[in-house]
């Protein structure tokens, strides 16, 4: 297949996708939204700057929505920035669209993926609009319904604008499902649900040796926090939580990943006096992670909006007993008291509490990660997974290929 991804090139949730499709042999294309060398061996490489990404730093956001970086990031406050990208950024995709529309004609692909709705998913619908035959995948990501879609009267019409184009639909949660069909996707047309970036490999990210589980048990208790900053991660019920905990148990120690240098985090630590306990480490990488969680007892996600985390998922795959906000979302992984523990993103003391019990019970952490274990094999194995994804573009060309 000749396939162009309209994606975020420096995102590892896009790449880990991408690179699976040209790791299979297929003619892999890249229109990138933000300025990228990506480690890939793509057929093409193309600059689309949509929605002021030009501002942006080379550093990728992990997740979906928007990214925690850049200069702009220094100069205001992650929901202040995210704000701005929603009254602004749907001004810049009639330009960008005629950009990408050129780099649809050159390379003549069989199929366009974007991967996520603002800004690529409306980008590519734009650029598109005059090409009906053309398949257009498109990839929801985290919150782009719950939380960017009704955010601003332009951004719910963009949304809708790619719903009514998308011939195909790829969420990484049941809800995303009925949501899209809710901001006008047809429901006749093909929806698959798999995880985000492809899945979880397990050659990286895997649970520790016995010696090692042993060995961490007889050392402090760890606790990460792998959201990094983001306008709908609740870090401020996080680090209150923390605040909570160590005032009982200050031997407790929080591992903050792409939190180093940011403000936000900076200052909650200082005034909350935490430093002692708190690491805010710099972005990781995907190798560096998996050792992070392999050392940690507890993943917390303190998210009121999202899909399926990535990180969520790679945490108990490392075996790490989870604890996340208690969206709907989440619901279809996490089985509070058997796989995990469930709280108000907007409680500290929810969140404590919760953290104290997984704390105090060590069998319910052993019984959980065996839990995970297999639940990961099963429905986010990385190669059954893209294998999944591959047959689901293949069934999106039969459709468009049959007459009528």
């Known amino acids: 297949m000749k396939l162009l991804f309209v994606a975020d090139g420096r995102s590892p949730i896009a790449l880990n996708w991408i690179g699976y499709f040209i790791t299979a042999g297929h003619e892999v294309h890249l229109a990138s939204t933000f300025a990228c060398s990506p480690d890939l061996k793509l057929a093409s490489l193309h ?45 810049t995709i009639p330009r960008a669209s005629v950009k990408l529309r050129q780099v649809v004609s050159y390379i003549q692909p069989e199929l366009v993926h974007a991967m996520r709705i603002p800004f690529e998913g409306m980008l ?15 990839s929801v990501w985290g919150n782009d319904f719950t939380l960017h879609a009704p955010s601003t009267p332009m951004m ?14 790829h969420a ?9 069909r809710q901001w006008g996707f047809n429901p006749e047309k093909r929806a698959f649900v798999l995880p985000g970036g492809g899945g979880i490999q397990l050659d990286v990210f895997h649970p520790p040796a016995d010696d090692d589980i042993v060995a961490r048990e007889q ?9 990094g ?17 160590l005032q009982q148990y200050p031997h407790v120690r929080f591992i903050c990943p792409a939190m180093s240098g940011e403000p936000q985090a900076e200052r909650w630590v200082a005034a909350m006096d935490l430093s002692a306990q708190v690491e805010l480490l710099p972005r990781q990488s995907r190798m560096q992670m998996a050792r992070l969680f392999r050392q940690s007892d507890l993943v917390v996600s303190p998210s009121e909006h999202d899909g399926t ?8 795959a490392c075996g790490c007993f989870p604890i996340a906000g208690n969206i709907e ?35 319910l952490r052993r019984s959980a990660a065996a839990y995970n274990t297999q639940l990961v094999a099963e429905r986010a194995e990385y190669q059954r997974v893209m294998g999944q994804a591959e047959g689901e573009y293949r069934g999106v060309l039969l459709t468009h290929a049959r007459p009528g």
């Open 329 to 363: 979302s989440v619901r279809e992984w996490i089985i509070p008291e058997m796989n995990g523990l469930l709280f108000d993103p907007g409680s500290p003391q929810d969140l404590a509490d919760n953290i104290l019990r997984a704390y105090h019970e060590p069998g």
């Open 219 to 227: 050392t402090e208790f760890r606790v990460i926090n792998p959201r």
């Open 124 to 138: 590519a619908a734009k650029a598109l609009e005059d090409l009906p035959d053309m398949p257009l995948v498109v």
């Open 309 to 316: 985390p990535n990180t969520l998922l790679e945490g108990i």
């Open 229 to 245: 900053i983001r306008s709908y991660i609740r870090n401020d019920t996080f680090f209150r939580a923390v605040q909570i905990i």
């Open 47 to 91: 600059n689309v700057q949509v929605a002021m990404s030009g501002l942006r730093s080379k550093s990728a956001d992990s997740g979906g929505g928007s990214s925690a970086g850049g200069r702009m990031g220094k100069l205001a406050p992650v929901r202040l920035r995210t704000a701005l990208r929603r009254w602004l950024g749907p001004l």
């Open 156 to 169: 719910a019409e963009y949304t809708r604008v790619c719903m009514q184009r998308a011939s195909a639909l």
């Open 172 to 180: 990484d949660c049941r809800r995303d499902v009925r949501l899209a």
